[in-house]
């Protein structure tokens, strides 16, 4: 990928016009399409705004990529503040849609504490209903429209922010992991007393409470940590998501609408 065509990903995928990327660097918009028709190169000073606006290095900016991945391929260039606002989105929605399985699961709480008070039983359970669908809608509307196409395109990162951002993932890895084992726990566990006493080898009771309790929290947990790493390891392992089948299918689908 040569240094023009960098330059035209990042400014479009920074939402920026020639005329406004000219107006920060104090130059031309003239010179601007020079250099994303590789007609010229920028001066020093400049290379160094531009790896400060796109947050990138200035040795990926001219390095002429020679990999068939880079150049045989399409691939969309993802830079370090688009990842993080990424993940950032990522790990809102995953909590919005944990939050809604939480209070899903938490209706079973009323169910459980008023079995006298039929008003109250079903008065709860509506209550702990309607908040986890506003959370999932919630969730639905915080997806950002500009971040769909990571998960439709090949990514290319800047080798030295990939190797940064695997070393931080890696890092919080196992804290994610460590959430994630108690959480599938609570989740089993909740799963296979509801089961039994459905099924008569239990009783319902007042402390069935803390069945759902426990259960509602661990899909939170579940569906808050597999949404982070599912994230984090769909910018990391792009290599091996984009080689997938399903990927594939889906990007073959996409071209023949397009093309229609």
């Known amino acids: 990928m040569s240094f023009g065509e960098k330059l035209f990903k ?5 939402g920026l ?12 918009r003239q010179a601007i399409s020079k250099w994303e028709n590789n007609q010229g190169f920028p001066e020093t000073e400049k290379l160094l ?8 290095s200035v040795d ?4 002429d990529e020679q990999t068939s991945k880079d150049i045989n391929e399409k691939g969309y260039y993802v830079s370090k503040e688009m990842a993080t606002a990424y993940i950032a989105n990522q790990k809102k929605i995953s909590s919005y849609i944990g939050i809604g399985f939480m209070f899903w699961a938490m209706a079973g709480i009323p169910y459980v504490m008023f079995t006298t008070n039929l ?3 079903y008065l709860g359970m509506a209550v702990f209903t309607i908040i986890g669908i506003a959370s999932f809608i919630l969730g639905a509307f915080s997806e950002q429209e500009q971040y769909k196409i990571l998960k439709e395109e090949p990514l290319i990162f ?3 922010y990939l190797k940064e951002l695997s070393d931080a993932y890696q890092a919080k890895k196992r804290i994610y992991v460590a959430m994630l ?4 726990i609570l989740f089993i566990t909740g799963i296979l007393a509801i089961s039994l006493t ?7 009771s007042e402390y069935h409470s803390f069945v759902f309790l426990g259960f509602a929290l661990g899909l939170f947990g579940f569906c808050y940590c597999a949404g982070v790493i599912d994230a984090y390891e769909l910018l990391i392992k792009n290599e091996y998501y984009s080689s997938g089948m399903s990927f594939k299918i889906k990007r073959k689908i996409k071209n023949k609408i397009n093309n229609l």
Do not use: C, M, Y
């Not at 705004?49 to 990138?56: K, V």
């Not at 084992?181 to 599938?184: A, C, D, E, Q, R």
């Open 158 to 160: 800047d080798h030295r």
């Open 198 to 204: 459905v099924k008569g080898k239990f009783i319902w």
């Open 17 to 28: 016009s020639q005329e406004s990327l000219a107006e920060q660097l104090g130059t031309t």
């Open 119 to 121: 008003t109250w039983r």
């Open 49 to 56: 705004q531009l790896s400060n606006i796109f947050e990138t």
């Open 181 to 184: 084992i108690p959480s599938i």
């Open 10 to 14: 990042l400014r479009k995928e920074k």
């Open 60 to 63: 990926f900016l001219l390095k």
